[in-house]
């Protein structure tokens, strides 16, 4: 099993910062992949960066390719998901979730609850 806490969400005007927090508990933090994915209202639920359980391999969604950076601390058993040039379009929740494989591969099988991001313009 695996618990995972999201944590930095906010309001912010458009082209500020924000850093998320994901942090884990239970199985070994070296188990698993950890990806962030966003639900806007309305809309389906998008990935949006995912890092692998080495911290290797870094995956994004072209939408926040350059802005968006994927992190992870074993020390501390988190990751984060540093947000930089935010726009209004990336208001949504944001969660976090466990892939079991070790890497990007959609097994997510273990979500956090989310953390509302709200972008003004």
């Known amino acids: 099993q695996v618990q995972l806490v999201e944590s930095g969400g906010g309001l912010v005007q458009a082209g500020a910062s924000l850093r998320l927090s994901c942090a884990a508990s239970g199985r070994s933090f070296s188990d698993y992949a950890v990806g962030w994915f966003r639900q806007a209202p309305g809309k389906e639920r998008e990935f949006v960066a995912a890092?692998?359980?080495?911290?290797?391999?870094?995956y994004y969604a072209d939408s926040v390719k350059g802005r968006f950076t994927i992190s992870r601390d074993s020390s501390k058993k988190t990751v984060y998901l540093q947000m930089n040039s935010l726009k209004p379009e990336d208001t949504a929740v944001y969660y976090c979730a466990a892939d079991m494989t070790g890497y990007h591969k959609g097994r997510y099988d273990y979500w956090g609850q989310g953390t509302q991001v709200t972008v003004s313009s």
């Open positions: 890092i692998s359980w080495s911290g290797l391999n870094t």
